[in-house]
């Protein structure tokens, strides 16, 4: 059955309750159900008023509202946000799941926007057609993960606009492009390096758990339990999870930026890094890589050297929640196997 509380249904049924939403008096927050990549899954109530600071904030950056392709699930926030800010433009959405250059004839608004997780953008760069497809949008939005330089550089000479997001549930999406906050969020960096986030995106607390609300929202920031840090301009670098950090032979050893490094290599489609329990170490670090780099290569592209993984686990797809985002559950079984 379909409905905002939670979100559940096709992308049509959602579409139609969110302008039945949109227009209503005085609506309910609806409630987006997260994946549970980090723990237990969260029910994130999402007010109207935050919603639409979230929509119209993304087309003041973007230049201006558009018409969007979505074929990423329509029950995530990634999806919902994206239908909601057609509902908001007044266009019609595209839904779509696959090669892109399908969906272009059936565009027909002004500006074009598509929103992808960082697989789908390197994946389609082994197109040529592909490519061009991708290059006809205002902007490629691409979120949900961390994107290699290298490969968003590649994109970018082959005439690519993208716009790196960060976000999650908690702030109805992307709230920061490409580093900078949208119009109206504020960024901050506590004394242990979280990153803390406010403004008028932020959900109103997870249904019905009040104190797990509480443990994340203090004075109007939200704690994302991400690390990072803010360069001379402002702009935001995030580093890995709080928890996403191994400890091998007492050196402090962040997967996430490890993860992009192996990602660099011109043999790795995807690749993840994890910490898993080690006698000598205290904690080994493994790659598991979509790709067919040894594991004397992947060293090499990794630094400081000690970062570098002890061992390699080969996937032919890394595996991904039905959000796009990792499986860390799937794998971690997967490096405690090796």
Not at 14 to 21: F, N, S, T
Request: aromatic content about 4%; some cysteine.
């Amino acid at each position: 059955m379909s409905g905002l509380h939670p979100v559940r249904g096709s992308a049509g049924e959602i579409l139609a309750l969110l302008r039945a939403w949109e227009a209503a008096d005085d609506p309910e927050p609806l409630v987006i159900e997260t994946s549970g990549s980090t723990g237990r899954p969260k029910r994130v109530r999402l007010s109207r008023d935050a919603m639409r600071a979230s929509a119209r904030a993304t087309h003041a950056r973007l230049g201006g509202p558009g018409q969007w392709v979505l074929n990423l699930p329509p029950t995530y926030v990634a999806g919902v946000q994206l239908l909601f800010r057609s509902v908001l433009a007044g266009t019609e959405p595209v839904v779509h799941e696959g090669v892109t250059r399908w969906v272009l004839e059936a565009m027909t608004g002004p500006r074009r926007y598509l929103s992808l997780v960082p697989t789908q953008l390197v994946r389609a760069l082994a197109d040529d057609e592909e490519v061009a497809a991708l290059a006809a949008f205002d902007a490629v939005l691409v979120g949900g993960g961390p994107l290699a330089p290298d490969k968003r550089a590649a994109a970018e000479a082959r005439g690519i606009h993208v716009v790196q997001t960060y976000g999650m549930s908690e702030t109805c999406g992307g709230c920061v492009y490409d580093g900078y906050p949208l119009d109206g969020v504020a960024v901050k960096i506590d004394a242990a390096g979280e990153v803390l986030l406010s403004g008028p995106m932020l959900f109103d607390g997870y249904d019905g758990e009040p104190d797990r609300t509480s443990a994340v929202l203090d004075g109007g920031w939200f704690r994302t339990d991400d690390l990072g840090r803010l360069d001379d301009d402002g702009r935001l670098h995030v580093l890995g999870r709080t928890d996403d950090v191994a400890i091998s032979g007492g050196l402090k050893v962040p997967l996430l930026a490890v993860g992009q490094m192996l990602e660099s290599h011109p043999e790795v489609a995807a690749a993840a890094a994890l910490g898993v329990p080690d006698d000598e170490w205290g904690e080994r670090v493994v790659a598991v890589v979509e790709g067919s780099a040894d594991l004397t290569s992947l060293r090499d592209v990794v630094t400081p050297r000690a970062w570098a993984p002890k061992r390699v686990v080969h996937v032919e797809v890394l595996p991904r929640l039905a959000n796009g985002k990792p499986d860390r559950a799937a794998l971690r079984r997967l490096a405690l196997d090796a």
